[in-house]
């Protein structure tokens, strides 16, 4: 896996048109049939961190995913994925762990919500430390689930300080 941290409209495209079945029906479920142009403009126009993951040739892109500020110390990450994911599953889920690793020193809670058939990127994410519950009662879309991780605070009991609830 390659990584780069950059916003190409071409290799953008390509991902939104090869999405895996999982995440297209996820995207569709949140933006419409028509996503494909919203998402790109959102892309663009976002100030948060974007890196795109290449085959190790570097020739075609494989996935992209960020992390945007929603407010002080909170994080909102997100991964959209082709399924040449599944040919490198082990090197994917490392990549994906270090991103989270440098998200996670500029916030204190990464979230985000999930649809409920995304079944790969919950796996994904609870190994990744993730935890799946609703602490904050935020209102969700149906069929979505809020999942978050806290920064692990040394000396601090991450019981007794949530931020989430």
């Known amino acids: 896996m390659y990584r780069r941290e950059e916003k190409n409209i071409k290799d953008i495209l390509y991902i939104l048109e090869h999405l895996r079945p999982e995440d297209k029906e996820e995207i569709e479920h949140q933006i419409g049939k028509e996503y494909i142009w919203k ?95 609703n602490p904050s009662g935020v209102k969700l879309p149906d069929g979505f689930e809020f999942f978050y991780k806290k920064k692990n605070m040394r000396g601090l009991n991450n019981a007794n300080s949530s931020a989430v609830s």
């Open 39 to 133: 998402c790109l403009k959102d892309i663009m126009d976002s100030e948060g961190n974007i890196v795109m993951g290449y085959t190790k040739d570097g020739d075609r892109p494989v996935l992209m995913g960020g992390c945007s500020n929603a407010a002080d110390g909170v994080g909102i990450v997100w991964l959209l994925c082709t399924e040449e994911i599944y040919q490198h599953p082990v090197k994917v889920l490392k990549h994906i762990k270090k991103e989270i690793e440098l998200y996670q020193k500029n916030h204190f809670i990464l979230s985000n919500i999930i649809y409920h058939k995304n079944k790969l990127a919950k796996i994904w994410l609870k190994k990744l430390g993730f935890k799946f519950d």
